[in-house]
């Protein structure tokens, strides 16, 4: 859920403190992304609901997905571990194509395009330092293409039965 819920890439999540979590804000606090750059992602009330039953259920210290492999020391899970619990939830839900984090992430971005969000911010969602590489990544579905408006629909044009009358053509010579 916070996959498609934040649009963070694997290594981002599995790095996320529970210190990033900015619920008065309702802020997700990227630290030290892709780059070394950080930024700020909306936390939805939905997610925030569903990670504090996970906080009550867990109770982790340091990282919100602690891995269970170092019990003296609190360390984060590896990216690893979020490719195999997508690709378990995949199976789990009878999918038969290929899903990964990315895809996620992908899909999360173009339907916040398809919500009418402005590439601009979608590029500083995602942490692109280039609106080229958003522009690439998003997948423009057939509802978007259908949005768009065509600069023809607003001439005034005559129609094929005024333009024949006004040539006095027959109709079949």
Request: aromatic share 6%.
């Amino acid at each position: 859920m916070l996959l498609y819920g934040s649009g963070m890439r694997r290594a981002e999540i599995a790095r996320l403190k529970i210190a990033d979590i900015d619920s008065p804000r309702m802020v997700i606090h990227v630290v030290n992304g892709k780059g070394g750059k950080d930024r700020d992602l909306p936390l939805s009330p939905a997610l925030l609901e569903t990670l504090r039953a996970y906080w009550r259920w867990l109770k982790p210290k340091t990282y919100l997905f602690p891995s269970r492999m170092h019990r003296d020391c609190e360390q984060p899970i590896t990216d690893k571990v979020v490719w195999r619990a997508c690709s378990e939830a995949r199976k789990r839900a009878g999918i038969r194509k290929r899903v990964s984090p990315h895809l996620i992430r992908h899909s999360w971005a173009t339907h916040l395009l398809e919500a009418g969000t402005d590439l601009r911010t979608i590029q500083l969602l995602l942490g692109h330092e280039d609106l080229e590489t958003t522009a690439r990544y998003l997948h423009l579905s057939q509802q978007h293409l259908h949005q768009v408006a065509n600069p023809i629909e607003e001439l005034k044009l005559t129609s094929v039965d005024q333009c024949r009358r006004l040539y006095h053509r027959p109709l079949h010579p």
